[in-house]
C-alpha cells in the first residue's frame, strides 16, 4: 500500500533553517510529481511546493526561501526551508500528486503522509 512518512520538522526561531523529507512506498515513486503543503491552527491546508520531473513549483510566500528536491534512488522528496519566519508555523504534509492536475489544489493529490510539525518562534 501506499504510505508516505514525513519527518524533519521541530522547534526553531525566526532564521533558522529546516530540511523536511518524505520517504515514499509501495508505488513507482519516480513515476509521480510529489507536493508539500502545509496547516496551520485554525487556517485551511496550502500549497507550499511541488515537484514534476525537472520543473519545481512555489507558493508566493515561500518563493527563495524554500526549494523543494528528490532523491528517486531513496524514494524520498525533501523541502529545504531557510529563513524561516513565525508564519511559517504549521503541520507540513507530503502528497502524491495525480497525473494530468494542477499542482496547487489539494484535490490533485490522492494520499498524504501524518504530517510533521514545524514551529518557528520570534
Known amino acids: 500500500q501506499v504510505q508516505l512518512v514525513e519527518s524533519g520538522g521541530g522547534l526553531v526561531q525566526a532564521g533558522a533553517s529546516l530540511r523536511l523529507s518524505c520517504v515514499a512506498s509501495?508505488?513507482?515513486?519516480?513515476?509521480?510529481?510529489m507536493g508539500w503543503f502545509r496547516q496551520a491552527p485554525g487556517k485551511e491546508r496550502e500549497f507550499v511546493a511541488a515537484i514534476s520531473g525537472l520543473s519545481t513549483y512555489y507558493a508566493d510566500s515561500v518563493k527563495a526561501r524554500f526549494t523543494i528536491s528528490r532523491d528517486n534512488n531513496k524514494n524520498t522528496v525533501y523541502l529545504q526551508m531557510n529563513s524561516l519566519k513565525p508564519e511559517d508555523t504549521a503541520v507540513y504534509y507530503c502528497?502524491?500528486?495525480?497525473?494530468?492536475?494542477?499542482?496547487?489544489?489539494?484535490?490533485?493529490?490522492?494520499?498524504w503522509g501524518q504530517g510533521t510539525q514545524v514551529t518557528v518562534s520570534s
Open positions: 509501495g508505488f513507482t515513486f519516480n513515476g509521480n510529481g
Open positions: 502528497a502524491r500528486k495525480q497525473a494530468g492536475n494542477s499542482y496547487i489544489y489539494l484535490r490533485s493529490y490522492d494520499y
